[in-house]
Each structure stands twice: as structure tokens, then as C-alpha cells.
């Protein structure tokens, strides 16, 4: 029997569905017209976009002396935003690599767009650091190439540039990941094209896939090997990113749980984006059949996982900075200096929204409600937000001599910047939404008999 | 001319094109391609497929990318122009190798996926602009196509494939394509 699955596991797919249903399913959102709310969202996004791209052009024509930074304050809503994204990115990968290596067949309804997710959000972070350059253009002198201005090379003890090399990697093995599981599926819109140019534009991406035994049998295998490669890869890149911090002397940078740390709260936050946009996205494209409860509810649990490791983080941050009695160390970002300080508002978002808020989700009944898990993922990604805010801004605002206490204000260029990259980001997503095939279809054909409803019932009832 | 002709068999399950596989090849036949909408777990054995090798090639590219890592940290940090960092002063590549280990990682992983994936696309002939060879579009969406060539033995086989429970079974001239 190779497609039985015990009984007592939910159904992953709903409904009595064949192999042709999935294929009208998912090819439907690409061929039929995008409603009214589609375009309100679109247009919506393409307007703070623009007004982000302004800002951009403001803070290059200008100098980031627009922006409300000081020498005390010389990063703070840039790297925040930075850290933000990619964390956001990391989801998209553990779903695609992590839980295929776990073998874990819910991954498969929502793999597609969680990757999107994590290219789409890995574009607005690798706009911080070059836009905080001051001189895009010269964006390449990080890479180790031999120059002009006498063989100077790139300072590899650096994370900065350990950044460069992981952030460049993560984007583009990414990109590669998700294109190679796409050519099956854009090979499949190829085929049912019925209009000529649609087919030639699905011809072109889908590389002229033909669906050989062969070619099947390299596919499983790359992406197995590429799931192993990536694995490891999404677990450096936030380590390497923890590093700016960790590697410093700062008090409440220099910690050795940074990078742990980091990578849970990455997770964390990145599977609640992953549940706010397919909250919305399985209601938009018809595809609740796909994205069911059980997906809401296994998504939550990863989160109250991730979020606990984040929560006893902060605990022992917070035990660590009073425990070594320095004053230095009370005013860090989990301390009670700034629990009380100027910055409490920052402080109590973040303990609120981060450790309590998710807390509900233990109940079995909220866990598994799309609307309170939708609005406990919006509470989660403003409070992971305030988590690298916290830790950039309140860290910098108390140095060692009062001379450099200086208080972090946001000019409206760098609100503008931030919400610009949003708007960029549910530009890329609603795109992606309406001309790509939003869920891997030929690998929810292969759990189809295992998973599919009607099989589970058909089985069981035989079984009986 | 009997050995450009080629019959086409349709089916629409899984299971039963792999257990229409193995009667073919019981029956001595050659396949000599099975076109599927998705993977087909132990298709690849059935029809006596080797072992993909692919995975040993991602090895190789993964140690490649390892070397010119260590090649380059060398060669700039230590050998072109070392300098004095944080105190830490680049005498040797071996006592400066752990502030590399991250370059060394992400340039051995850079290497293995993407030349992996490249050989892939190669191997398996798809790049942009390629046309699809699938012969027949429902290949992509639910239904599985045996192709297997004929050389006089047409009768034979329709009645074999018929029977191994294809929907549908087109003998098909390749050249008068």
C-alpha cells in the first residue's frame, strides 16, 4: 500500500478532488480576470511603493543625513528593517527545505508561496544596507574584486561581508529552489494555454519541461540535495546577521545566544507573515481546499515553539543583563532600565505583542480559527519588528558617557522607506498571485491518494 | 519502414501505469519513454532506470566552491595584502581560518546548488526558449503517456497495453511528423 496514511491524521486536501480538479484548481486564478479587490490592494501597494522609491531617491540625492541618525545612532531603522526581512525570509525556506528533509506533506499547499514570501522579502532587505551606503552605485566594491585604487580587497573578517556572501547566496539558491519547482507546474499553465501569447510566455519560463521518467527522477533528487544545501544555508544566514551585533563589544550586543536566538525569532516571524498572507491569499484564489485548517493550526504550532525559544531567550537576556550587576548592562534593551527608561514603550510592544500575544494560541479553538490566527500574525510581525528596533535603538541611545545618550527620532524618510519596501513586497506578492501557480500542484498530486479526503474516507470505510 | 513507428499509451493513475510498466518490461518490450504530470515513486526502477548520479556531482561542485574559498581568503587576507585587523594580525591563513569559516560555508554551498542545478537543466535539456517534447499537453496534467517503439509486433502490444489498462493506445508515425 503506498499511499496509505493512518486514519487518524486530518485530511490535507478537501472535498472529492481528482488530478484534473487540482489542475483547473490552481490554473484557475492565472487564467481567469483579477477581481476589484485585487486591484484595490494593488493599487494600493504601487502607491506606498512609489512613495518608498521617492524617499530612496530623496536619501541618494540628499544623504542619509535626511534619515534621523546621529554619530551615537549610525544605523536604526535601516538595519531594523533589514533584520525584519530577512527574518521574514526564513520561513519560506524551512518550509521548502527543512520539512521536505522531515517529510512532513502539509509543506506542500503552502511551500510555492512561502518561497515567494522569502525572495520577495529578501529583495526589500538587501535594499537597506545598499541604500544606507549613500552611494548605491558603488555597491559592488563589496564584492572581492581587484580594483583600481591599489589591491585593497574586502576585509573577509568582517560580517559585514559575511553578510554579503550569505544574503547573496540564501537569494539566489532561493530563487533557484523555487524556479526549479516551478517548471512542472508552469509547463502544466503551458499546456492549457489557449491563448497564444499566455503560451508563449509559459513556454519561456517553463524552460520546455516535458515531464520525462528521467527528468522526474533528477527533479526528486536535486530537490532533495538542494533541501539539505538550504537547510543549513537559512540556519547561517541569520546567525551571520546576529553576528553584527554578537561579534561587536557592545553591552547587549555581545551575547553568545544571539545567533540561536536569532534564527528561532527569524522563524517565528517569518511563519507569521507566511500565515497573514495566506490567510488572506486562500480566501482570495478559492484555494481553501488546499489551505485548510490543519495547515493554520501545524503553522501555529511552529510558532509557539519558535516563539517560546524566543520568549526563554529573553528571559535569560534579560536574567543575564541583572545578574552581572554592571550598571553598563542596565540600560540593554531587556533590562529594567529600559523597561521604566524613555524607551518603555518600545520595551512593553515588544514583550506584549512578541511573548504574549502568541500565547493564546494554545488554545486548541484559537489555534486552529483563521481570523484569530490572522490577527495573532499581525501582532507577531509588529512585535518582531520592535524586537531588532529594541535592540538597535535602545542598545545605541545609552553609550558609555552620557555625552552619548541621544534619543533615536524617525524622519518621515525613514518611515517612508519602510513602508515603500511593504508596498513593494505586496506589489512582488500580489503579482506573483495572479500569473504564477500559487501551489505546487504536481507534488499535491502525489499526496492526493494518501491525504486527499475522499481517499481517506474510501479507505477507512474499507477498512471497517 | 516499421522502426520509426512508435505507439502512445494513455493512463490515467499512477498506480496502474507503474503496474503497466512492470508487465511491460515482463513481457520483454522496450520502453522507451513514460511521460508523467507528477512523480511517480519507484517508476524510475520499474522501467530500469540508472540510479540519477547527479548528488555526487553537487559533492564535487560543493568541494570546488570549499577550495576557491580557501583559495581567496588566502590570497587576499594573507598573501596580497595582509593587514592588521581588531589586533588580530594576519601571520597565516590557519590562525586566521575561523573568522573564514562562514565564507568557506557559503561559498561551498553557492557552488554545489548552482552548478548542481545547472547540470540538472543541462542533463535533462531545458533552458529558456527550449521547446517542450512532451507529446501530448494532458501529459502535464493528469494523464501518464507510454511511449514504446514498434517493430512489427503493433497487435501484439495494443492488446498487451489495453490490458494493462491504458484509456487510450495511438500508434504513431515519428517521421511523417
Same mark, same amino acid.
Given at each position: 500500500?503506498?499511499?496509505?496514511?493512518?486514519?487518524?491524521?486530518?485530511?490535507?486536501?478537501?472535498?472529492?478532488?481528482?488530478?484534473?480538479?487540482?489542475?483547473?484548481?490552481?490554473?484557475?486564478?492565472?487564467?481567469?480576470?483579477?477581481?476589484?479587490?485585487?486591484?484595490?490592494?494593488?493599487?494600493?501597494?504601487?502607491?506606498?511603493?512609489?512613495?518608498?522609491?521617492?524617499?530612496?531617491?530623496?536619501?541618494?540625492?540628499?544623504?542619509?543625513?535626511?534619515?534621523?541618525?546621529?554619530?551615537?545612532?549610525?544605523?536604526?531603522?535601516?538595519?531594523?528593517?533589514?533584520?525584519?526581512?530577512?527574518?521574514?525570509?526564513?520561513?519560506?525556506?524551512?518550509?521548502?527545505?527543512?520539512?521536505?528533509?522531515?517529510?512532513?506533506?502539509?509543506?506542500?499547499?503552502?511551500?510555492?508561496?512561502?518561497?515567494?514570501?522569502?525572495?520577495?522579502?529578501?529583495?526589500?532587505?538587501?535594499?537597506?544596507?545598499?541604500?544606507?551606503?549613500?552611494?548605491?552605485?558603488?555597491?559592488?566594491?563589496?564584492?572581492?574584486?581587484?580594483?583600481?585604487?591599489?589591491?585593497?580587497?574586502?576585509?573577509?573578517?568582517?560580517?559585514?561581508?559575511?553578510?554579503?556572501?550569505?544574503?547573496?547566496?540564501?537569494?539566489?539558491?532561493?530563487?533557484?529552489?523555487?524556479?526549479?519547482?516551478?517548471?512542472?507546474?508552469?509547463?502544466?499553465?503551458?499546456?492549457?494555454?489557449?491563448?497564444?501569447?499566455?503560451?508563449?510566455?509559459?513556454?519561456?519560463?517553463?524552460?520546455?519541461?516535458?515531464?520525462?521518467?528521467?527528468?522526474?527522477?533528477?527533479?526528486?533528487?536535486?530537490?532533495?540535495?538542494?533541501?539539505?544545501?538550504?537547510?543549513?544555508?537559512?540556519?547561517?544566514?541569520?546567525?551571520?546577521?546576529?553576528?553584527?551585533?554578537?561579534?561587536?563589544?557592545?553591552?547587549?550586543?555581545?551575547?553568545?545566544?544571539?545567533?540561536?536566538?536569532?534564527?528561532?525569532?527569524?522563524?517565528?516571524?517569518?511563519?507569521?507573515?507566511?500565515?497573514?498572507?495566506?490567510?488572506?491569499?486562500?480566501?482570495?484564489?478559492?484555494?481553501?481546499?488546499?489551505?485548510?485548517?490543519?495547515?493554520?493550526?501545524?503553522?501555529?504550532?511552529?510558532?509557539?515553539?519558535?516563539?517560546?525559544?524566543?520568549?526563554?531567550?529573553?528571559?535569560?537576556?534579560?536574567?543575564?543583563?541583572?545578574?552581572?550587576?554592571?550598571?553598563?548592562?542596565?540600560?540593554?534593551?531587556?533590562?529594567?532600565?529600559?523597561?521604566?527608561?524613555?524607551?518603555?514603550?518600545?520595551?512593553?510592544?515588544?514583550?506584549?505583542?512578541?511573548?504574549?500575544?502568541?500565547?493564546?494560541?494554545?488554545?486548541?479553538?484559537?489555534?486552529?480559527?483563521?481570523?484569530?490566527?490572522?490577527?495573532?500574525?499581525?501582532?507577531?510581525?509588529?512585535?518582531?519588528?520592535?524586537?531588532?528596533?529594541?535592540?538597535?535603538?535602545?542598545?545605541?541611545?545609552?553609550?558609555?558617557?552620557?555625552?552619548?545618550?541621544?534619543?533615536?527620532?524617525?524622519?518621515?524618510?525613514?518611515?517612508?522607506?519602510?513602508?515603500?519596501?511593504?508596498?513593494?513586497?505586496?506589489?512582488?506578492?500580489?503579482?506573483?498571485?495572479?500569473?504564477?501557480?500559487?501551489?505546487?500542484?504536481?507534488?499535491?498530486?502525489?499526496?492526493?491518494?494518501?491525504?486527499?479526503?475522499?481517499?481517506?474516507?474510501?479507505?477507512?470505510?474499507?477498512?471497517? | 519502414?516499421?522502426?520509426?513507428?512508435?505507439?502512445?499509451?494513455?493512463?490515467?493513475?499512477?498506480?496502474?501505469?507503474?503496474?503497466?510498466?512492470?508487465?511491460?518490461?515482463? $513481457?520483454?518490450?522496450? +520502453?522507451?519513454?513514460?511521460?508523467?504530470?507528477?512523480?511517480?515513486? !519507484? &517508476?524510475?526502477? =520499474?522501467?530500469? %532506470? $540508472?540510479?540519477?548520479? +547527479?548528488?555526487?556531482?553537487?559533492?564535487?561542485?560543493?568541494?570546488? !566552491? &570549499?577550495?576557491? =574559498?580557501?583559495? %581567496?581568503?588566502?590570497?587576499?587576507?594573507?598573501?596580497?595584502?595582509?593587514?592588521?585587523?581588531?589586533?588580530?594580525?594576519?601571520?597565516?591563513?590557519?590562525?586566521?581560518?575561523?573568522?573564514?569559516?562562514?565564507?568557506?560555508?557559503?561559498?561551498?554551498?553557492?557552488?554545489?546548488?548552482?552548478?548542481?542545478?545547472?547540470?540538472?537543466?543541462?542533463?535533462?535539456?531545458?533552458?529558456?526558449?527550449?521547446?517542450?517534447?512532451?507529446?501530448?499537453?494532458?501529459?502535464?496534467?493528469?494523464?501518464?503517456?507510454?511511449?514504446?517503439?514498434?517493430?512489427?509486433?503493433?497487435?501484439?502490444?495494443?492488446?498487451?497495453?489495453?490490458?494493462?489498462?491504458?484509456?487510450?493506445?495511438?500508434?504513431?508515425?515519428?517521421?511523417?511528423?
Amino acid at each position: 500500500m503506498s499511499h496509505y496514511e493512518a486514519p487518524i491524521r486530518e485530511p490535507l486536501i478537501l472535498g472529492h478532488k481528482s488530478y484534473h480538479d487540482i489542475t483547473e484548481d490552481i490554473a484557475k486564478p492565472i487564467e481567469g480576470k483579477a477581481n476589484k479587490n485585487w486591484f484595490i490592494a494593488f493599487y494600493i501597494s504601487l502607491a506606498a511603493m512609489l512613495w518608498g522609491f521617492g524617499c530612496i531617491f530623496y536619501t541618494v540625492g540628499t544623504g542619509i543625513g535626511v534619515w534621523g541618525l546621529s554619530k551615537n545612532i549610525g544605523w536604526a531603522w535601516d538595519i531594523t528593517n533589514f533584520v525584519w526581512w530577512v527574518g521574514i525570509g526564513h520561513a519560506g525556506t524551512l518550509i521548502s527545505a527543512v520539512l521536505l528533509l522531515f517529510r512532513q506533506k502539509w509543506r506542500m499547499a503552502i511551500n510555492r508561496s512561502a518561497e515567494a514570501m522569502t525572495i520577495f522579502a529578501v529583495f526589500q532587505a538587501g535594499l537597506f544596507p545598499i541604500i544606507h551606503m549613500g552611494r548605491p552605485w558603488n555597491a559592488y566594491w563589496v564584492l572581492p574584486l581587484p580594483n583600481q585604487f591599489g589591491s585593497l580587497w574586502v576585509n573577509f573578517n568582517s560580517p559585514l561581508l559575511w553578510d554579503v556572501f550569505a544574503i547573496s547566496t540564501y537569494l539566489s539558491v532561493s530563487l533557484v529552489f523555487w524556479w526549479t519547482g516551478l517548471l512542472p507546474d508552469f509547463a502544466m499553465i503551458r499546456d492549457r494555454a489557449v491563448k497564444p501569447f499566455q503560451k508563449k510566455i509559459y513556454s519561456l519560463l517553463s524552460f520546455g519541461w516535458s515531464g520525462r521518467a528521467k527528468d522526474w527522477q533528477r527533479f526528486e533528487e536535486v530537490s532533495l540535495v538542494l533541501a539539505g544545501l538550504a537547510t543549513p544555508l537559512v540556519l547561517s544566514v541569520h546567525t551571520i546577521v546576529s553576528m553584527d551585533f554578537a561579534t561587536s563589544i557592545n553591552p547587549g550586543w555581545h551575547s553568545t545566544i544571539f545567533p540561536p536566538y536569532f534564527v528561532a525569532g527569524a522563524i517565528f516571524s517569518g511563519f507569521a507573515m507566511v500565515q497573514t498572507l495566506l490567510g488572506i491569499m486562500r480566501k482570495v484564489t478559492n484555494l481553501e481546499a488546499y489551505i485548510t485548517r490543519l495547515h493554520v493550526e501545524y503553522m501555529n504550532i511552529v510558532i509557539i515553539l519558535t516563539g517560546g525559544i524566543v520568549a526563554v531567550a529573553y528571559a535569560t537576556e534579560f536574567f543575564i543583563a541583572w545578574y552581572t550587576g554592571s550598571q553598563y548592562e542596565d540600560y540593554t534593551y531587556l533590562s529594567i532600565g529600559s523597561a521604566t527608561g524613555p524607551y518603555a514603550w518600545a520595551f512593553w510592544s515588544l514583550i506584549i505583542f512578541n511573548i504574549i500575544t502568541p500565547q493564546l494560541l494554545w488554545f486548541k479553538k484559537i489555534r486552529r480559527s483563521f481570523i484569530w490566527s490572522f490577527l495573532i500574525s499581525i501582532a507577531i510581525n509588529i512585535g518582531m519588528w520592535f524586537e531588532r528596533f529594541d535592540i538597535i535603538a535602545i542598545v545605541l541611545s545609552k553609550g558609555h558617557l552620557p555625552s552619548t545618550w541621544w534619543r533615536f527620532e524617525p524622519t518621515f524618510v525613514d518611515v517612508g522607506i519602510f513602508i515603500g519596501t511593504i508596498g513593494f513586497f505586496f506589489v512582488l506578492f500580489l503579482l506573483y498571485a495572479r500569473t504564477f501557480p500559487v501551489i505546487a500542484q504536481a507534488e499535491v498530486k502525489t499526496i492526493l491518494k494518501s491525504s486527499g479526503e475522499s481517499y481517506k474516507k474510501l479507505r477507512d470505510d474499507n477498512h471497517e | 519502414m516499421s522502426s520509426s513507428k512508435v505507439i502512445h499509451a494513455f493512463y490515467n493513475d499512477d498506480e496502474v501505469v507503474l503496474d503497466a510498466v512492470k508487465k511491460v518490461k515482463a $513481457a520483454n518490450h522496450h +520502453i522507451e519513454e513514460v511521460f508523467c504530470p507528477f512523480p511517480v515513486h !519507484g &517508476l524510475d526502477k =520499474a522501467m530500469g %532506470l $540508472a540510479p540519477t548520479r +547527479i548528488a555526487i556531482t553537487s559533492f564535487m561542485y560543493g568541494i570546488t !566552491g &570549499l577550495g576557491i =574559498a580557501i583559495w %581567496l581568503t588566502y590570497y587576499t587576507m594573507i598573501a596580497d595584502w595582509p593587514q592588521d585587523i581588531g589586533g588580530k594580525p594576519s601571520f597565516s591563513w590557519a590562525e586566521n581560518m575561523p573568522a573564514f569559516v562562514p565564507i568557506m560555508f557559503e561559498l561551498t554551498v553557492f557552488f554545489a546548488a548552482h552548478l548542481m542545478v545547472i547540470t540538472f537543466y543541462l542533463r535533462s535539456r531545458m533552458w529558456p526558449f527550449k521547446n517542450a517534447e512532451n507529446p501530448d499537453p494532458r501529459t502535464t496534467d493528469d494523464h501518464f503517456l507510454m511511449e514504446i517503439p514498434v517493430h512489427d509486433n503493433e497487435k501484439e502490444l495494443k492488446a498487451l497495453l489495453t490490458k494493462s489498462g491504458a484509456v487510450e493506445v495511438h500508434v504513431i508515425d515519428k517521421e511523417a511528423h
